[in-house]
């Protein structure tokens, strides 16, 4: 496998690209004084997905029974009250919120979006959500498959935004196409490669408290969609731009003072590296060590963001995410470490390229795949520059930038095709680890609800039950761990519990924290009232003054 498989990959490692993507109307923003323009990167192909680039644009249509404010603090939303029992969690629900197809929020409204949800993913809920239960027309109740203390944090998302209940009788392209929620705004037209086009509900009298209430201040959002961070910034500057998502690293310092600028690090995982421990070099835990101290991650983070990413060395948690610990110094730069380690590990020879070689002559090889919708423009530089570093010290990184096409089809996530994995989760509670590490994908977040035997035939059968686990582990004393983590109540307890775990990933390297999947946000200073809902922005209250 050659080192860059694309003859076109090494121009993604210019900053200064040739502006691209659609064209964004002339004239000065400021002058359509109820209308925001605002540029983001990529656009997802429906808003019925488990991730963020569909969480972003949903949360102006749908509310959620609980709001998260920048100080992570739950406000109520459509709940009005909650309450634990074990594992039951009860909501109260508001009596006068009416969606924009005119249909009320009721209990059954709610339980018919979970009992949805629950049958057409095996993605987030499945790692804790049991069934929902109707008690009254204005009390529900959610039953989980072990005692969950982060439940209400965990529905402030978007992910969990309600839907009317005949809206979900569509099917999935149409509700992905056009949700139809009680927000402040109402999709009006989606332009596929342009922009999708916000209305404001004009009946909205239910914002989350601590909000003016009422209907959003602006009439209209346009969402376009601009790829290229050189475009959107300039954009900006040219005054066609309201508020640019993801301006340019080399840029960032620049905005401050002369821009507002706002910047919300998701919490879950940051921009994280997981090794696979299944197949290949990485199944040797000295070999995963010294990759670590080779990697030189804080360095590349500063060199490449600039101050507009933060370096991240804990590969399991990012630093807004509950009971984090920080881990930046504990593989610190040592390639002296990491030849040791190597040479330990059976690979003390050099080949003609400067590449380690085992006693067979085989290459010290790992490869890297990197998934467009994941890692944007700057990322690919930054794996550039791990690659330069981890061949000083003998390790050949090999990366592969996989197309959309590739990506839809699966490519590069069996056990023997990839040795890295780079991704990020985003999800404010620490149940991300039940995401990341157990060992298969449905249910099984406690091990009674599936034996060991039945889990291990998914293995054999499917390769990775779990798509999500990237490591491809199989430890169920980790697994074990985690769950005892997740149904702790005292919270001293559990943040103890969950120190341990996050300490044992990174001893058993794991996964290698790299930098921070950060949200920054550069507008015009005449912009009031921007927030974020966990890494989400929220348009309700800004105005133009």
């Known amino acids: 496998m050659t080192t860059l498989r694309r003859a076109a990959f090494g121009a993604l490692t210019l900053l200064t690209l040739l502006a691209q993507g659609p064209a964004i109307a002339a004239g000065p923003a400021q002058r359509q004084a109820d209308t925001l323009i605002y540029l983001h990167s990529i656009e997802p192909k429906s808003l019925f997905q488990w991730w963020t680039q569909a969480t972003y644009p949903k949360r102006n249509v749908l509310d959620s029974l609980v709001y998260l404010d920048e100080e992570q603090k739950l406000h109520p939303w459509l709940a009005t009250a909650w ?17 924009t197809d005119g249909s ?17 993913t095996t993605s987030v809920p499945d790692s804790f959500f049991k069934e929902a239960k109707v ?20 529905l402030s998302s978007a992910l969990f935004g309600i839907n009317s209940a005949a809206s979900l009788d569509r099917d999935l392209k149409e ?109 040797d835990k000295r070999v995963r060590q010294a990759f670590a101290y080779a990697s030189n991650r804080q360095q590349i983070a500063q060199s490449v963001f600039r101050g507009a990413v933060p370096y991240e060395g804990n590969g399991a948690y990012s630093k807004t995410t509950q009971d984090y610990l920080d881990l930046d110094d504990q593989y610190a730069h040592d390639p002296a470490r990491a030849a040791a380690l190597l040479e330990e590990a059976g690979y003390g020879r050099l080949n003609a390229d400067g590449y380690r070689i085992d006693k067979n002559g085989k290459v010290l090889e790992v490869v890297l795949p990197l998934f467009p919708t994941v890692v944007n423009q700057e990322g690919v530089i930054a ?32 056990a023997d095709e990839y040795d890295l994995y780079q991704g990020y989760w985003t999800l404010y509670a620490p149940t991300v680890l039940s995401i990341n590490y157990r060992p298969a994908g449905e249910n099984t977040s406690t091990a009674t609800i599936y034996g060991r035997q039945q889990i291990n035939q998914f293995a054999a059968d499917n390769g990775n039950p779990n798509a999500h686990n990237r490591v491809r582990s199989r430890d169920w004393q980790l697994q074990e761990a985690i769950i005892a983590a997740h ?52 348009f309700y209250e800004v105005r133009k003054d």
């Not at 009390?139 to 209400?152: C, G, I, K, N, R």
């Open 135 to 154: 008690v009254d027309a204005h009390t529900v109740e959610f039953h989980t498959t072990h005692p969950q203390p982060y439940l209400a944090d965990i």
């Open 83 to 99: 309450k634990q029992d074990g594992t039951v969690w009860t909501f109260t629900l508001r009596d006068d919120v009416v969606f």
């Open 487 to 538: 149904e702790e109540a005292d919270p001293a307890a559990r943040a103890q519990k969950l120190a341990a775990i996050q300490q044992h990933i990174s001893d058993e390297a794991l996964a290698l924290g790299f930098y921070g999947s950060a949200y920054n946000l550069v507008g015009q200073t005449y912009l009031k009232g921007l927030s974020h809902n966990i890494d989400t922005p929220v």
């Open 175 to 283: 509700i992905g196409e056009k949700p139809i929620g009680s927000g402040p705004f109402v999709l009006k037209e989606w332009k596929h490669g342009e922009e999708i086009v916000f209305e404001r509900n004009d009946q909205y009298q239910w914002g989350p408290q601590g909000t003016h209430g009422g209907p959003a201040h602006l009439k209209t959002v346009r969402w376009k969609f601009v790829p290229d961070s050189n475009a959107r910034w300039l954009a900006l500057e040219k005054g066609e731009a309201d508020l640019i998502y993801e301006p340019p690293s080399v840029k960032w310092q620049e905005a401050q003072g002369k821009y507002l600028t706002s910047q919300r690090l998701a919490p879950g995982r940051n921009q994280a590296l997981s090794l696979n421990v299944e197949a290949g070099p990485f199944t």
């Open 383 to 414: 794996a550039q520059a791990l690659q330069a570093e981890v061949k000083k010290v003998g390790i050949k990184l090999d990366i592969v930038l996989l197309t959309q096409t590739e990506l839809a089809a699966g490519r590069y996530t069996k």
């Open 104 to 120: 009320r929020l009721d209990a059954a409204t709610v339980a018919k979006n979970f009992d949805f949800w629950l049958k057409l």
